[in-house]
Structures are given as C-alpha cells and as structure tokens.
C-alpha cells in the first residue's frame, strides 16, 4: 500500500497527487470509500494507516496530531500529560469559557492514548487533581468544576469544512465523589485518540 488520505474529492485530491508526489506513477488501484461523517472518515483513515503502514503517510505515524503548547503537571497525583489535538481541532472555531477550557484540556491531557476510543469511555477528572493543577483553592476548584461541566453538553465546535460537532456526549459532577465524569463525542475523538 502506497497512501491513505481523507477528502471531500477524492479526484481533486488523486489529481495533487499527480503533480506533488514521487510515488503518483507507481499507483495501480485506487479504492475509494465513503463516511457519513468527517470524524467517520478520519478514525478510519487513522486505523487504515496504523494497521497497513502505507510507504507514504506521514500522518499517524507520526500523527497528525500537535501538542497544543500546554503541558499539565499535577503534583499531589504525578500526573503529567499532554494536551494533544488533531491540526483540524485546533484550527476549528468554539468558545469555551475559561472553567471549560480548563475541563477540556485537564480531560484531553488525561486520555489513555493506547485504548480504543468508544463513546462508553468515560474520563474521570477528580477536583483535588483539577485544583492542584490549575492552582485553585477548594472553594472555587468545586464550583469551577460543578458549573462547567453542567454546561459542556451545550458546548459545539465549527470545524473549517463547516462540519458542527458537540465537544462531549456526556457530563456530570458527582458532588458526594468530588469528581467528573465526561465522554467525548465520536466526531471529537478522532482529533485526540491515536493507537
């Protein structure tokens, strides 16, 4: 296998190929596949190159994933991740007040990057790690975390395509655990899951 890729057209696309790439002339079969959704086509583009390491992508061998110049670093857990994102997310248009921001980034930063995303994996965000991160005292890490989880469900994303997604398909603050549990979307998670 040569080359994996997503577009919009596959025959524009094939045609740039023609005029960009060393490799055009060594194509002997084209086979095209349809998604109903762009976080469809771009799991499976993910998984087509992980699991056939076609010659000639750079993408998700060396993902096409950017680390989106934060980096947390929880000392009361010793936890230290990355905020990782697809080049596409960052590009896309949202606005996420600070208390989601900081949800959002603490939960991409937590991802276990070596599971299979399904929408039944839950990211579990407990306030002490969230306060100790984030360098909040109790009081506002529990208000911070009960009022912008309430409102992640309402929170969209505008991709450059046009494409609209929901950031999360579920969030709640269980007050009695002094944690969150969040999930999200299958159109989200392409642009943060890698294997």
Known sequence: MLYVGISL???HRLGQHKDNAHWYSSISRVD??????????????????????????????????SIDNELLSIVGGGIVGMIVKSDDLIEARYSLNLNQTRIINFAISIIDR?????????ITIGVKDYMDCYKMDKTSSYQA????????????????????AKWVSMAEYIKNEARA???FTSEIAPHLYWR
């Not at 070596?114 to 839950?122: G, Q, W």
Request: glycine share 4%; with cysteine.
């Open 181 to 183: 549990i969040l999930s």
């Open 9 to 11: 057209s596959a025959v």
């Open 145 to 164: 975390m009960r009022v912008g989880v309430k409102s992640l469900c309402d929170c969209k994303i505008v991709f450059q395509n046009g494409d609209i």
């Open 32 to 65: 095209i596949e349809q998604f109903k959704t762009r976080g469809e086509a771009l799991l499976a583009e993910k998984e087509a190159i992980q699991q056939e390491f076609p010659l000639h992508n750079i993408k998700h061998q060396s993902p096409l994933f």
């Open 114 to 122: 070596k599971k299979y995303f399904t929408p039944d994996n839950l």
